[in-house]
Structures are given as structure tokens and as C-alpha cells.
């Protein structure tokens, strides 16, 4: 988990995706869907094509508010991930 989310926090969407899932199977964490969306949808923006799929899988099991604030949540921490890129 933690090598995982160290590669995934410096912007490698590979590790995004297994983050993602990580948080969608409860593997290692407990489980938490918005967790997993936000993690998806970075990994998805990142050019992750599984991602994209697992992402209608994910909102289907979710509320209209519990996807608009992984939706948010998401372009927080894409903006936090490019910034300390620069």
C-alpha cells in the first residue's frame, strides 16, 4: 500500500489504478468507493485506460453526491499531483 501510494501521489498512473482498486477490494485498506473513484479518475485523466472502465463500474454502486464529491475530490488532487511535478 504505501509503495503503492508513494508512486501513485508522484503522478504514476499505473499505481494510481492499483490504488484505486486497492480501495474498491478493501486489499490491505478498508473499503471506500469514493476513495477508489478519486484514485480512477486521477489514474484515467493520467492516460490509464482500465481505469476508464472501472470508473462506470464504480459510479453505478455509488449515490449522485457520494460521485459528485469523488468528482471534486479528484480534481483536487489532480491540480496537488501537477503542482509538485513543476
Known amino acids: ?3 503503492f501510494k508513494k508512486a501513485a ?11 484505486g482498486l ?5 486489499e490491505g485498506i478498508p ?5 477508489a473513484y478519486v484514485w480512477m479518475s ?3 485523466a493520467n492516460g490509464n485506460e482500465k481505469s476508464k472502465i472501472n470508473l462506470g ?6 449515490t449522485p453526491q457520494q460521485v459528485a464529491q469523488a468528482q471534486n475530490d479528484a480534481a483536487e488532487l489532480w491540480k ?4 509538485s511535478k513543476k
Request: charged share 20%; hydrophobic share 35%; glycine share 6%.
Open 1 to 3: 500500500m504505501k509503495c
Open 9 to 19: 501521489e508522484q503522478g504514476e498512473a499505473r499505481a494510481q489504478y492499483h490504488l
Open 22 to 26: 486497492m480501495y474498491y477490494n478493501g
Open 31 to 35: 473499503k471506500h468507493f469514493i476513495k
Open 42 to 44: 486521477v489514474a484515467s
Open 57 to 62: 463500474i464504480l459510479s453505478s454502486k455509488m
Open 80 to 83: 496537488r499531483i501537477n503542482n
